[in-house]
């Protein structure tokens, strides 16, 4: 079983929609979760980082945290072309392993 | 303010050859520090990761090495490359869980 696994996608997603991104966990002792966004070609960005079970939200991104569960999800409201990516889910299993999904490639369309 | 330097950003070295990749990060200290490696479509392989000087954890039997004689500076290493290093490699530090990345080097062993 992989650490992190997410949908593969490709997720296109209609230009003012809303996309939805899942990941899930195996180690249930896992503290902390985060969402990257990477370009092509470039390096993954910090979006999103959650804590506690909820929602918390940023701007036009939420993300997601059921850790009874062990699901992670990213929420990405009125979606541009701009949001067209790849989004790697991230989970911290102690304090220094941090640990990515394969990742989820978003196509926004105009 | 933190900035991480990786340096090149493009390689192209023939197999068989040495590999020295290096990272250094400013203003932070005893951070955490990361290789990852992201093989083309894929996601991201923890390599090596280190909490303090001389401090470094394998994660995949290969033929890498990292060294860190510095609070701040990474280094990644080969005595004799292999197809199968090229990628996308990138060094992320890490004070609180979540990891920030330099802008990588893309190596492509020939």
């Not at chain 1, 036009?60 to 990516?85: E, G």
């Not at chain 1, 911290?92 to 990742?103: E, T, V």
């Not at chain 2, 493009?10 to 590999?19: A, K, M, Y």
């Not at chain 2, 033929?63 to 500076?73: F, G, K, T, V």
Request: some cysteine; proline content about 5%.
């Amino acid at each position: 079983q992989k650490e992190v696994e997410q949908n593969s996608g490709p997720l296109s997603v209609p230009e003012g929609a809303i996309a939805s991104l899942n990941c899930t966990y195996s180690d249930r002792g896992s503290q902390s979760f985060f969402w990257y966004r990477q370009y092509s070609g470039k390096s993954p960005e910090l979006i999103m980082s959650i804590y506690s079970n909820g929602d918390k939200e940023d701007g036009r991104f939420t993300a997601q945290l059921n850790k009874a569960s062990q699901y992670v999800s990213l929420l990405i409201r009125d979606s541009q072309p701009s949001d067209s990516a790849t989004y790697l889910c991230a989970v911290n299993r102690d304090d220094y392993k941090l640990s990515f999904g394969a990742g989820t490639t978003v196509t926004v369309r105009a | 303010s933190q900035t991480i330097h990786q340096w090149p950003a493009t390689l192209v070295q023939p197999v068989g050859s040495p590999l020295s990749l290096e990272c250094t990060v400013e203003g932070t200290s005893n951070p955490n520090l990361y290789w990852y490696r992201q093989a083309a479509g894929r996601g991201l392989q923890l390599l090596f990761y280190s909490v303090g000087i001389g401090q470094i954890s394998s994660e995949v039997p290969q033929n890498l090495s990292a060294s860190r004689p510095q609070d701040r500076q990474f280094i990644l290493s080969s005595k004799k490359l292999l197809l199968s290093d090229s990628g996308f490699y990138l060094c992320a530090w890490s004070v609180k869980g979540e990891a920030f990345f330099g802008q990588g080097t893309r190596l492509t062993v020939v």
